[in-house]
């Protein structure tokens, strides 16, 4: 099975800061990996797709970048709202699966 | 309004039985490869199963495999989730979800969520 890992598992950053997270998997999943966002008590919300489009709705301070087996999310300008925990998935193959996970907090 | 609502969910005793379902509506149903994703109270997102759209793939995580059947009732635009011999490390939210792009193959990215239904797993 293909392994997900995120990096940092939390983060704290300040309103306008340029903030990026970090997944990498244990083998090549090409451009087949997909950022989510989601808020305590709601379901995740789709960001970016195939590594870097981004989903139709989402800001556009939200990108996404990587291929082969490392990947960035990374938020330009950081919004109040963007506090909740981030996750990467891969969808390659018959199994898919997802990162542990980044907590972002707004200081 | 596009909208998946999940059903089913509850509490069960470790080896018992539960049925979770998933209604569809405001989209093609059947045009659409629909997964199960649990997530444990303080933990992270967990794929479960998918299906395809006509019902003849069926992919699971090996934790699973043997006890949970999922299928899928285009006629009804409803997704199903049978989970038989619970254990206690599968509470959890568990939601489903839709593949991105109708009429799509496999391996796509989950546009649309619903808003999950708990399982609890105790005695």
């Known amino acids: 099975d293909i392994q997900m890992t995120q990096s940092p598992s939390t983060l704290s950053a300040s309103v306008g800061d340029r903030v990026t997270i970090t997944c990498r998997a244990s083998?090549?999943?090409?451009?087949?990996l997909a950022w989510y966002q989601q808020k305590p008590g709601k379901a995740p919300k789709l960001l970016i797709y195939?590594?870097?489009n981004l989903e139709s709705g989402v800001p556009s301070r939200f990108s996404g970048s990587g291929s082969g087996t490392e990947f960035t999310l990374t938020i330009s300008s950081l919004q109040p709202d963007d506090s909740a925990t981030y996750y990467c998935?891969?969808?390659?193959?018959?199994?898919?699966?997802f990162g542990q996970g980044t907590k972002l907090e707004i200081k | 309004e596009v909208q998946l609502v999940e059903s089913g969910g509850g509490l069960v005793q470790p080896g018992g039985s539960l049925r979770l379902s998933c209604a569809a509506s405001?989209?093609?149903?059947?045009?659409?490869?629909m997964n199960w994703v649990r997530q444990a109270p303080g933990k992270g997102l967990e794929w479960v199963a998918n299906?395809?759209?006509?019902?003849?793939?069926?992919y699971y995580v090996d934790s699973v495999k043997g006890r949970f059947t999922i299928s899928r009732d285009n006629a009804k635009n409803s997704l199903y989730l049978q989970m038989n011999t619970l254990r206690v490390e599968e509470t959890a939210v568990y939601y489903c979800?839709?593949?991105?792009?109708?009429?799509?193959?496999?391996?796509?990215?989950?546009?649309?969520w619903g808003q999950g239904t708990m399982v609890t797993v105790s005695s």
């Open positions: 083998q090549s999943i090409s451009s087949w």
């Open positions: 979800a839709t593949e991105r792009g109708a009429n799509s193959g496999h391996g796509q990215a989950f546009d649309i």
């Open positions: 195939k590594a870097s």
């Open positions: 299906i395809k759209q006509d019902g003849s793939q069926i």
């Open positions: 405001g989209f093609t149903f059947s045009s659409y490869w």
């Open positions: 998935q891969q969808y390659i193959g018959s199994l898919y699966t």
